[in-house]
């Protein structure tokens, strides 16, 4: 199957600093790249999507300014956690839609775990 | 409400039982249901997908969607270890390569 990868898979960082996620698809280009997050034995929640050479969009609650979302080519989606706080410690998961034959499929990354201090 | 409601168990069963999970839903809109395994610290991998009413199978696992009901299921046959793990639906209304909405994700543990 297809394979997304993250980076880095874990991060600690200090309060007001920012971080930086790369999401890629390793084996298939993918127009649409799915950022989400998940809290502790809760599900997975979609934060925004990122679509290729454009804006993301973002879902209701979540603040485009602190989340910022770069696609810039077929391949690597970015997420920057702006002036991070400890409530911004979760793990992120990003997925990506294959845009080849099978385009009803994401697949998913393995998951960056973020703690902030 | 939320649109998507799953048990969050845990589910503890014996090796080679077989295993139930359910998901029922409230958004009409949704047609197509996906269930995914998620291994501790790891992300979601993809199990089984359907976007019709009735019975599909892939080896040991058999996904079961009744829309009329709003209720899907998904049954893992001769339950192995290594199917521990937590087992989460995802529907959507334009494909699984759209908007995914989970549930909440039922933790399974098969012991020896």
């Known amino acids: 199957g297809a394979v997304v990868s993250q980076h880095p898979s874990w991060v600690i960082c200090k309060s007001g600093t920012s971080v930086k996620i790369e999401c890629r698809s390793l084996?298939?280009?993918?127009?649409?790249m799915f950022w989400y997050r998940q809290f502790p034995k809760q599900s997975l929640m979609l934060m925004a999507t990122?679509?290729?050479?454009?804006?993301?969009?973002?879902e209701q609650g979540v603040e485009k300014d602190k989340f910022l979302i770069n696609h810039a080519s077929l391949t690597l989606s970015t997420l920057t956690v702006t002036s991070a706080h400890p409530e911004d410690s979760s793990f992120y998961i990003c997925?990506?839609?294959?845009?080849?034959?099978?385009?009803?499929?994401?697949?998913f990354g393995p998951g960056t775990r973020l703690l902030v201090l | 409400q939320k649109e998507v409601e799953q048990d969050p168990g845990p589910l503890s069963v014996p090796e080679g039982a077989i295993v139930s999970l359910n998901c029922t839903y409230s958004?009409?809109?949704?047609?197509?249901f996906m269930w995914y395994r998620q291994y501790s610290r790891k992300g979601p991998e993809l199990l089984m997908y359907t976007y019709s009413s009735g019975n599909k199978e892939d080896g040991r696992f058999t996904a079961q969607v009744d829309k009329s009901s709003k209720y899907i299921s998904l049954f893992i046959r001769d339950s192995q270890p290594s199917d521990s793990a937590t087992y989460l639906c995802?529907?959507?209304?334009?494909?699984?390569?759209?908007?995914?909405?989970f549930g909440t994700g039922t933790q399974l543990k098969v012991e020896l």
């Open positions: 995802a529907m959507s209304a334009g494909g699984g390569g759209n908007k995914l909405t």
């Open positions: 084996d298939f280009q993918a127009t649409t």
């Open positions: 997925s990506a839609r294959d845009v080849g034959w099978n385009q009803e499929t994401q697949y």
């Open positions: 990122s679509n290729e050479g454009s804006k993301a969009t973002y």
């Open positions: 958004n009409s809109a949704f047609q197509y």
